[in-house]
């Protein structure tokens, strides 16, 4: 008899799946991996070093936070600060000085993360308020860091056309002197504060929405943030997280609805003549859309939420890029709208199986 | 094969069912010494009507209903009363039972076998469902002559056979199925005709085709359904296979509905046809912490430390060792305690298979309230439940919540959700009995 041997006890369910905390955040840094690939091949080692940075300032900001609040301080290598060092990095220009990533993802990390309890408890996305902050003191890098894209060719780096616009045409303007590193929103915005001059507008517009320029987006060869640029890499990225089970489709898919179809309704100069396919390859959309939107902590749990959140998310990324400040304003729209998840999930709670409707 | 249908929500956790899917069912005989628990129904326990000393018969009544929700408790040996006295229980605290040494199994006393079911009243075939002791055998346990006695007014035109043995590991009702085929058709439609409805379906999930053509051999309607956990659920059952959806707090017979587990058609059958009280069960032993998983037929009141045995003993380290499946099965701490009418499968589970990981804070990935069967929101309940917040919790739905596990399953963060959430049930019960009082 093997009788009277005494066991643990626990609460059901006795298995669990293998999915865990950290195996999702170290996916995510697997899958942001093809984008830095890009971020070599079109602005030279100089953005590695810069992620390099972002992210060695965001894993020690975490460990001496934890180690400062005397939590345990293994927190720090779960992978969650990696991520958000990698994507603070991937929002800045590729030309600002090593000192700015570091400042943004020690901001995120202490400011937008540690000092709201840490890991689950942020109330913003940690590296988008990060890149807010270097946006508000440090506009000038901010905005104007941009790079020309290159490529390498025989041991050596060649520019590249970047905008598919044509210099001859831009070179009229003396605001646009540096615009083969400008990015094709900053040429998307500056063709807004044309409409006294008829014609001029439409036909940089024009090349801008043009199949080339499309084409340079997808790719990358574009100027922008470091992570930003290329589309297939980023895409890349979101196959992978959507094969390993991480990401739920309905916060991308929602958000890249919304600005496809704001950005035809007013993304061009008037109404119901913006390129739809421009404003989601162009700037941060694809990033923000598949890596940023989707930081699970910061936006709602609801399915119905997750929706409402992507559509508002893609209608402010697109006011701000028409009328807004900024010629971007994926970063700002996710901000804004993190703000309102708890808003989000108070009311969009779902009503529970076999629940009546209530009547008032 | 017709469309393969199934409920909203859920996961998929793996099967593990081939352990002991392919084992054929094993009669065990009834061990020196029995423990027969008076509680093995939900409800009131059965009053002992014997003491130390008397001799019973295997049928005998050694405990006689105690209520409306209630059963009568049989002997399932001839033997010799031990002892009357409280047992560790399979769900974690002791209950009465009366403790018996085993003389024969021979012969006994059964009730008078009703042949000509298909002519009997309606009420000598519930009373004799009651009277043979049969309950839920798909773990719930219920007592089920009271499933069978519908309040005035309420029509039951839809009676489903639940085939389904949604929890991993578990094969017993997958061999029942195999194995007692007629019993079962008979007991199925024992139940069809005491409750006036004329075609019964059994639903099954796809992983048991077996099953699923012998039955459609025999002429029986089967639902395929999806393989996915809760599908056995019964909510999630009755709007799998009819699309009809029970109310919050409501119970199946709201939208004319009687599910009946397959074991429990069988001991209706029994019960019935041979007069045979509610004293043995089939049930699964396995994980991976012991030698030789299988299914055995035993009768109620065995340790479940013979029954360990007759899988060929532990093997390993054993983590957990628990009674039903590892979804929503009972962590046991002692393989002493008896197994009931209600044990669907012992589970001797290794290091490996349990899940046993430090709690994380919440990541908010919405995982859970993506796959919850009822639509409940688990981590805003479980937070709640953690920082003592019970009118938060209630009103967040916590007391829709079955605790089927699924939550808990897929929580990256390792949540105890469920955990959680039970206690702020318990909690939000006991602020209602408060108030009340």
Not at chain 2, 209 to 214: E, F, G, R, V
Request: proline fraction near 6%.
């Amino acid at each position: 008899m093997t009788g009277n041997r005494m066991f643990d006890l626990a609460v059901s369910p006795h298995i669990g799946s293998s999915q865990n905390t950290k195996r999702i955040m170290w996916d995510v840094v697997i899958a942001l991996i093809p984008a830095l690939v890009a971020a070599f091949w079109f602005f030279g080692p100089r953005a590695l070093m810069l992620v390099a940075a972002s992210v060695g300032a965001a894993v020690l900001t975490e460990w001496l936070c934890l180690k400062f609040m005397k939590r345990p301080v293994n927190f720090a290598f779960d992978g969650s600060a990696v991520v958000t060092g990698l994507l603070l990095a991937y929002n800045v220009p590729s030309g600002v000085p090593w000192w700015i990533p570091v400042l943004g993802s020690a901001f995120a990390i202490a400011v937008a993360k540690q000092a709201f309890g840490g890991l689950g408890h942020n109330i913003v996305n940690p590296a988008l308020l990060g890149r807010a902050f270097l946006v508000a003191s440090f506009p000038v890098l901010m905005t104007a860091g941009w790079i020309a894209p290159m490529e390498w060719k025989d041991g050596h780096r060649i520019d590249v056309q970047s905008c598919g616009v044509s210099t001859a045409l831009l070179s009229e303007s003396d605001e646009l002197d540096a615009l083969s590193g400008a990015t094709p929103l900053n040429v998307l915005k500056q063709t807004f504060s044309w409409e006294g001059e008829p014609g001029r507008g439409e036909e940089v517009r024009a090349m801008l929405f043009s199949k080339q320029s499309l084409k340079n987006l997808f790719m990358g060869r574009v100027g922008g943030c470091i992570g930003e640029t290329s589309a297939i890499m980023l895409l890349l990225g979101a196959i992978y997280l959507v094969l390993r089970g991480v990401l739920e489709l309905r916060l991308p898919l929602s958000y890249l609805g919304s600005v496809a179809l704001f950005g035809w309704l007013f993304g061009g100069s008037g109404w119901f003549n913006g390129n739809p396919l421009f404003h989601l390859l162009a700037g941060g959309v694809i990033l923000g859309g598949f890596f940023m939107i989707t930081d699970m902590v910061t936006t709602p749990v609801t399915k119905k939420g997750r929706i409402i959140f992507g559509i508002g998310a893609g209608l402010l990324t697109m006011v701000i890029r028409r009328w807004g400040g900024y010629p971007e304003g994926c970063s700002y729209s996710i901000l804004l709208m993190n703000l309102g998840t708890p808003l989000i999930d108070r009311y969009t709670r779902p009503r529970a199986f076999g629940e009546v409707k209530k009547n008032g | 094969m017709s469309k393969v249908k199934s409920f909203a929500g859920g996961t998929h956790p793996p099967g593990n069912k081939e352990h002991s899917s392919g084992a054929a069912v094993v009669r065990l005989p009834a061990p020196e010494v029995v423990t027969v628990p008076l509680c093995q129904h939900l409800g009131a326990p059965s009053k002992p009507v014997v003491k130390p000393g008397d001799q019973v018969l295997k049928g005998s009544v050694i405990g006689e209903q105690n209520g409306f929700i209630s059963l009568p408790t049989h002997s399932p040996v001839n033997g010799k009363v031990l002892r009357v006295e409280n047992v560790p229980m399979p769900h974690m605290r002791s209950g009465p039972a009366v403790v018996i040494k085993t003389e024969s199994e021979d012969g006994g006393e059964v009730y008078e076998p009703i042949t000509d079911w298909e002519h009997a009243d309606t009420s000598e075939l519930v009373n004799r469902i009651r009277e043979a002791g049969v309950c839920g055998m798909g773990g719930a346990s219920f007592p089920t002559y009271v499933k069978l006695s519908p309040p005035e007014g309420v029509t039951i035109d839809t009676l489903i056979i639940n085939g389904v043995e949604c929890e991993p590991y578990l094969t017993a009702d997958h061999r029942l199925m195999l194995e007692r085929t007629q019993d079962l058709i008979t007991g199925m439609n024992i139940l069809a005709s005491v409750l006036g409805v004329t075609d019964p379906v059994i639903g099954i999930e796809v992983n048991k085709p077996d099953a699923i053509k012998l039955l459609q051999e025999k002429g029986v309607k089967v639902v395929s359904l999806r393989v996915q956990y809760p599908q056995g659920a019964e909510k999630q059952l009755i709007s799998a296979v009819t699309g009809r959806v029970v109310p919050a707090g409501g119970l199946p017979l709201n939208v004319g509905v009687v599910v009946q587990n397959v074991g429990t058609c069988v001991a209706v059958a029994e019960a019935v046809c041979s007069g045979m009280p509610s004293i043995r069960r089939i049930t699964t032993v396995s994980g991976l912490g012991v030698n030789k998983p299988g299914n055995f037929d035993v009768c109620v009141g065995t340790p479940v430390s013979v029954l360990i045995e007759a899988a060929g003993g532990y093997q390993g380290e054993v983590k957990r060792l628990v009674s039903g499946g590892p979804m929503m099965g009972i962590a046991m701490f002692t393989d002493a305690a008896p197994v009931t009418k209600g044990t669907s499968g012992i589970l001797a589970l290794s290091p490996g298979e349990v899940r046993d990981v430090e709690e994380g804070p919440c990541i908010r990935c919405g995982k859970c309230v993506d796959v919850c069967p009822l639509n409940l929101v688990p981590c805003t309940i479980a937070t709640a439940s953690e920082f003592g917040k019970w009118e938060d919790a209630e009103k967040a739905g916590a007391l829709n919540c079955m605790a089927c596990g699924t939550c808990s399953y897929v929580c990256p963060a390792g949540r105890y959700l469920v955990q959680h959430i039970k206690r702020a049930q318990s909690e939000i019960r006991a602020l209602a009995r408060e108030r009340e009082a």
